[in-house]
């Protein structure tokens, strides 16, 4: 990392900026993300590497999870990666839901199926 640390302080930079535009996109949107701080929404670059194969120490991407009460939220929310090597995406979900929310989130895409499937078919979705 020391190699790399004035290079990785930009790039962070730049996506910090990238992230509190989105933030005050969202919250302008919905106001229940006013006040959310750049770190309840960006993840760390540091691996838990307690029970991973790869030991490297650090995550080869930037990430942020959008939701009301920031990344550890239960509620449902977009999310950007940001990775070299054409691997960068935007998605949304829900990040590590407690079994009670999965179920909750299933059981309503069961109960209204055919608003979900809308919504995914949507040219303006995809």
Request: proline share 7%.
């Amino acid at each position: 990392m020391d190699d790399n640390r004035a290079w990785y302080k930009d790039v962070r930079e730049e996506f910090v900026v990238f992230v509190k535009r989105l933030m005050r996109i969202y919250s302008s949107i919905n106001p229940a993300f006013h006040g959310l701080k750049i770190g309840e929404v960006m993840f760390r670059i540091n691996k838990d590497v307690r029970f991973s194969k790869d030991k490297s120490p650090y995550k080869p991407r930037l990430s942020a999870y959008f939701s009301p009460e920031g990344k550890k939220s239960p509620f449902i929310g977009p999310y950007i990666h940001i990775q070299p090597g054409n691997n960068s995406f935007i998605g949304g979900g829900l990040h590590h839901p407690e079994p009670w929310v999965l179920k909750a989130f299933r059981r309503h895409i069961a109960i209204d199926h055919h608003a979900f499937t809308k919504i995914l078919t949507r040219k303006d979705f995809t």
